[in-house]
């Protein structure tokens, strides 16, 4: 089977069946409108600075609250990064955080799910393994040929 991510220089080329992109796009999509619902699978995207909450919430009143948001917009235009057949290195990093993102969002969801959940706690599983196989084949593809 052909790694979904090839390095070529300073190019990642895509070699992602037709199926597999609209699966992660989809999953993009799905992570952003989990985030964005404001429920706690979103709290690993922007993690507890301080143990005290005053000081958490003083953090939150300077902007701390928009960081989930900026990455849900990042989420739901990377989703486009998977059409382009090449990526710069730099759109690569960008698609390789937004997996860790999608992940992150998901392993929450894993511990936090219930049975009356609309997302059944097999599919959440199988789609964070999924999503773990194309972060690292795209991380091996960007570390390729560093000598």
Not at 53 to 67: D, F, M, Q, R
Not at 85 to 94: A, G, I, T
Not at 107 to 121: G, P
Not at 125 to 136: A, H, I, K, T, V
Request: aromatic share 6%; with cysteine.
């Amino acid at each position: 089977m052909k790694e979904p991510f090839s390095r070529q220089g300073d190019i990642i080329v895509l070699s992602l069946p037709t199926q597999q992109r609209d699966v992660t796009k989809r999953s993009m999509l799905l992570v952003a409108e989990i985030a964005s619902s404001g429920g706690q699978e979103a709290w690993r995207l922007s993690p507890p600075m301080y143990d005290d909450p005053l000081l958490e919430a003083e953090e939150a009143v300077k902007g701390g609250e928009s960081e989930i948001g900026d990455i849900v917009t990042r989420l739901r235009m990377g989703e486009g990064m998977l059409d382009a057949p090449k990526l710069s290195l730099q759109q690569s990093d960008e698609l390789a955080t937004l997996l860790n993102y999608c992940r992150l969002v998901l392993s929450e969801a894993q511990t936090s799910s219930t049975d009356d959940d609309k997302l059944s706690a097999k599919f959440v599983e199988d789609l964070y393994n999924f999503l773990g196989y194309l972060l690292s084949s795209l991380l091996e593809a960007l570390s390729a040929n560093l000598d």
